[in-house]
Structure formats: C-alpha cells, structure tokens
C-alpha cells in the first residue's frame, strides 16, 4: 500500500519531470518577445516593459506545451534517438498521462491569458500554436518548408511582442529576424545530418532528403542575406529618421561576428544541432550578445 509521503514524492518527481519536459532552456528563444519593445525605444517604460514580460511568460507555458506535444507524436522515435532516449516522455520517467493533462492545463492557461491580456496577442499566439501543432504532425517531414515553419514561429514571437505593446511592426524586423532563424534552422539540419548520420535519418525522415553539401549551399545564401538584410536596416532612410542617428551600422560587427563565431562552431568544434545550447554554453557567444545589446541601447536611446 502507498503512504502519503510515497503519493507525494511520486506527484512532486511527476512534476519535475513535467517541467523538465517543456525544455525551460529552449524558453531564451522567447526573449525575441522583447524585440518591439527595445527597437520602439520603450524598454525604460515599466508599464510597456511589464506587457512584454507577461507576454514572454505566456510564450514559454505555450512553447512548453508544444514540446510535450511534439514529445507525445516522437515518443517511438525519441527511444530509438541516442540523446533524445533521455528526454522524460522517452525515458519513462514521465507518465503519459500526466504529460497530457499537464501540457493541456498549460495550454489552456496560456491562450486564455493571451486573449485577457490582448485579443490581437491572443491570435498570434493561438496561430503560434496551430502552426506548431501542424509541423509537428505533418510538415516537419516536408522539406525546406520544415526550416521555413521554424523560421515563422521566429517571426511570431517577435510580432506579439510588438502587438502586446502596441508598436508597429517593422518589416525590417519581420525580415532579419526570418532570416537568422534559416541560418539556425539550416545549420541545425547539417549537423543533424553529421553527428547522426543513420541514426538520424532515422529519428528524422525529411533528413534523407537533405544532405551536406545541399544545406552548405543553403546556410551560404542565408549567412549572405542575414548580414546584408542588416547592415542595410541599420542604413536605412526609414531607421535614421526614426532614432535620428546613423551611428547603429556601428551594431554590425557584433552581428556578423555572432555568425562566423556559430559557422565556426559547427564547422570546427561540431556544434550546433542545438542553437539554444550553444547560445547558453559558449562564453563568446554570450559576450558577443550582451555587448550588442548594450551597444544597441546606447545608440538609440542615448544617442551615443
């Protein structure tokens, strides 16, 4: 017979696995919802920056939900993978039914706060959500139009932060934004395809279409289009006028140095299958973004 104690402990590792299934370090994705707020010059506005927070906290329930659903269609999959075996669902450590009552309960949570907090929020991320829910069950054996989604759901987060805040939503944005998330997507798709190889052809189907040189040749007109989508944003008639410098071409080196250093890791250290982990696990990385940051904020907000 199980004692209270047992009935508790179980319920409490229930719920750390839970968590531990809506991948928390995959939620630094999210923080594209702060996006509309800094390029709007509003991040110094408490009532601005507090909308842009309850919309991040909103998007990591609802990405944590689209994991644990994505965790649910792999599960046969995710046993045979040599690191995704790991994960909660596939392991076993997580129980089927509670991954579905927790991720609906999340689920629901977050869409209903997203409507409360901003009817328009609320459509982008229901349309977050539906598009998630069919890459993970059709189209992410499509191929090219599978890097593309990812791409999108880039795109999402930056435009509800911008909705939440009621700032216009830069086409510039739209732009440079989609294109970095190719540049992710097509370069995860490689080392998938190197580190794999078998294995991960069969973990991934849309894998056999895709091949080294191929995604070399895509990653290429991608890293090109990124860097030059950029540097003309920053040059731009419409973005001097609208922060009254020319001072944040100055922004750019931090940029392309953030790109070579990635085409680096995963050329010479055999990184990059996972973005999020090399963003949060390479020291370069991390400087390099902090110091685009700060340079960003000093330019359009102190005119430096």
């Known amino acids: 017979m199980v004692s209270r104690f047992q009935f508790v402990q179980a319920m409490a590792y229930q719920g750390f696995y839970l968590l531990k299934a809506m991948r928390p370090h995959q939620w630094v994705k999210n923080l594209l919802v702060f996006a509309g707020v800094l390029f709007a010059r509003h991040l110094f506005e408490l009532d601005r920056l507090l909308l842009a927070s309850v919309a991040f906290g909103i998007f ?6 689209v994991y644990i659903l994505n965790d649910l269609l792999d599960l046969e999959q995710d046993r045979n993978h040599p ?4 994960r909660p669902l596939a392991s076993g450590r997580l129980k089927v039914p509670v991954a579905l009552g927790g991720g609906g309960l999340f689920l629901f949570i977050s869409l209903g706060g997203a409507f409360c907090l901003d009817p328009a929020f609320g459509g982008v991320v229901s349309l977050y959500f539906v598009q998630n829910l069919l890459y993970s069950k059709y189209l992410k054996h499509v191929v090219i139009l599978d890097v593309m989604l990812i791409g999108f759901g880039f795109v999402l987060r930056a435009v509800a932060g911008a909705v939440v805040v009621d700032v216009e939503v830069s086409s510039w944005l739209i732009l440079c934004t989609f294109l970095l998330a190719l540049f992710l997507g097509f370069s995860k798709r490689r080392q998938e395809i190197v580190r794999f190889k078998a294995a991960g052809e069969g973990h991934r189907s849309v894998l056999t279409e895709y091949s080294p040189q191929f995604l070399d040749t895509m990653i290429g007109i991608v890293t090109a289009a990124t860097l030059m989508s950029y540097a003309l944003y920053t040059m731009s008639e419409q973005t001097v006028q ?4 020319t001072h944040l071409i100055l922004t750019t080196p931090f940029v392309i140095y953030g790109v070579f250093r990635y085409l680096y890791l995963m050329h010479q250290q055999e990184k990059g299958d996972n973005p999020t982990e090399v963003l949060l696990r ?3 990385m991390q400087v390099n973004v902090l110091l685009w940051v700060l340079a ?6 102190f005119r430096l």
């Not at 990591?60 to 939900?65: A, D, P």
């Not at 609208?242 to 410098?245: D, G, L, S």
Request: with cysteine; net charge neutral; aromatic share 8%.
């Open 296 to 301: 960003v904020v000093g330019i359009i907000y």
């Open 60 to 65: 990591c329930l609802v990405s944590g939900s």
């Open 242 to 245: 609208k922060f009254h410098t």
């Open 83 to 86: 690191d995704k075996c790991l």
């Open 282 to 284: 390479d020291p370069a």
